[in-house]
């Protein structure tokens, strides 16, 4: 996203790539020294923050409640407020589960409380967010761009309004697809039936 790979491919794909490019055009932005603001730090939020840690990242989070010490040291983040998570972050990924509370929880108020420099990712739920508020919000550069991996009704078409935005990334709802994450969502299976056939309590129980 922050690379325009998108848009690059679609140039290609259009045929509309027919001169060499001067040093000034589709130019990009490093991750090195941009602030990440992580929106929900639970395991998938951890998991995202040390990934950003080889990338130079400065990381922080906002959480329900702050994490041991511990954990932020694991993670190099530090725990912010919502507005001042908002207002630092270049990036904001979102990793709050879908309830009552969180629904619809981005919307107009939320986006311009962030830089206009800044991108916004959600590979959490759709219902997180305020559709028609981040596409208002793009299409008026509030914010500079979105990544996407879900969305409110699933799935979109070529004609929905994120499809047709150069400043937005779409997936199809596959944040979770590889082949070694399957292999172990189905040995986490096993092992729960094993868990609850022998009396005992599942790995993740609801």
């Known amino acids: 996203m922050l690379r325009r790979v998108a848009e690059g491919d679609r140039i290609i794909r ?3 790539w027919r001169q060499i490019y001067g040093a000034y055009d589709y130019v990009g932005t490093d991750l090195a020294g941009k602030t990440l603001g992580i929106l929900g730090m639970g395991r998938i939020g951890r998991a995202v923050a040390k990934r950003a ?5 400065k990381i922080i989070y906002h959480n329900r409640k702050r994490l041991p010490r511990k954990i932020e040291s694991m993670t190099h983040s ?5 507005n001042q998570l908002l207002k630092k972050s270049d990036i904001i990924s979102v990793h709050v589960p879908y309830t009552k509370q969180t629904h619809q929880l981005v919307d107009i108020k939320f986006l311009k409380k962030m830089k206009k420099s800044s991108f916004f990712v959600n590979t959490a739920r759709g219902g997180i967010i305020k559709e028609k508020d981040l596409i208002s919000a ?19 078409g070529k004609n929905h309004p994120f499809a047709k935005m150069n400043n937005v990334v779409i997936a199809p ?3 979770s697809s590889t082949s070694e994450t ?8 096993v092992k729960n039936l094993e868990l609850a056939l022998s009396g005992k309590k599942p790995i993740y129980s609801v």
Request: glycine content about 12%; charged content about 30%; aromatic content about 6%.
């Open 173 to 175: 709802h596959i944040g």
């Open 53 to 57: 840690i080889p990338f130079g990242m």
């Open 182 to 189: 399957r292999k172990k969502m189905a040995g986490l299976t």
């Open 138 to 156: 793009l299409k008026r550069k509030i914010i500079a761009g979105a990544a996407l991996d879900v969305f409110e009704n699933e799935p979109i």
């Open 78 to 82: 530090k725990f912010e407020s919502l």
């Open 14 to 16: 259009k045929g509309e």
